[in-house]
């Protein structure tokens, strides 16, 4: 079974900290995204990487940087935390193959709750 | 763009009641549909899929029929379970996943 795994279930960070959240999967698949779940909005995709050092914005990239260094690791940065982005953090990974694994389903972490102080 | 639209909850049923998620989208393209499945502190699942017209996923006794003419993929159940209470997401992927708004289900014995 793919294991998407995040580095943290719950975390508590202050205003102006830059935050890091981790998300490692085990299976070899290039596409990794960035997710975040509010109640009412469902979820909305922060930035997705289809490969080592490839990035592209998703719906609701402001404030947010992301880090693809090694196939495996995919990094969400909140370069400096603010209130609004207290949410829930949902990582998945996908495989590529397929054209952009368009019929692949993506694989989910089981999400860090972060809240901004 | 894609998007989808589902049906709003809360949906709150009785045990082996019939359950049904409606669910439409717009793409561009022919689309993969999808739904998953969010149970009480956890990560999203994948619950079942189809990647054309007329496809039929199942799984856990969970169907929906890929329909393309109606540009729908309802969620079907005949007979739901107190284990079923999760949120419920269709999900349509084109170049990316776009996510319906979420139904929350609860079944009570």
């Known amino acids: 079974d793919v294991k998407v795994t995040q580095s943290s279930r719950y975390l508590v960070k202050r205003t102006g900290e830059k935050v890091f959240l981790e998300c490692v999967q085990d299976m070899d698949h290039e596409n990794m995204f960035w997710y975040r779940q509010d109640p009412g909005l469902g979820l909305r995709l922060i930035y997705f990487s289809y490969d080592v050092k490839m990035k592209e914005k998703g719906d609701i990239p402001e404030g947010y940087s992301v880090s693809r260094e090694k196939k495996e690791r995919f990094s969400l940065i909140l370069e400096s935390a603010s209130t609004n982005q207290t949410s829930m953090y949902l990582c998945?990974?996908?495989?590529?193959?397929?054209?952009?694994?368009?019929?692949?389903?993506?694989?989910f972490g089981d999400g860090t709750r972060l809240s901004i102080l | 763009g894609n998007s989808v639209t589902q049906m709003e909850g809360p949906v709150t049923l009785s045990e082996e009641a019939f359950l049904t998620i409606n669910c439409t989208y717009t793409?561009?393209?022919?689309?993969?549909l999808f739904w998953y499945v969010q149970y009480p502190g956890e990560g999203l699942q994948l619950l079942l899929k189809a990647t054309k017209a007329d496809d039929k996923g199942s799984n856990k006794g969970f169907e929906a029929t890929y329909r393309k003419e109606t540009t729908s993929f309802h969620l079907e159940k005949g007979s739901v379970q107190v284990s079923d209470s999760a949120v419920y997401f269709c999900v349509s992927n084109d170049y990316k996943l776009s996510f319906g708004a979420g139904t929350t289900v609860t079944v009570r014995a």
């Open positions: 998945a990974s996908r495989t590529g193959t397929g054209g952009r694994g368009s019929n692949q389903p993506q694989h």
């Open positions: 793409a561009t393209g022919y689309p993969s």
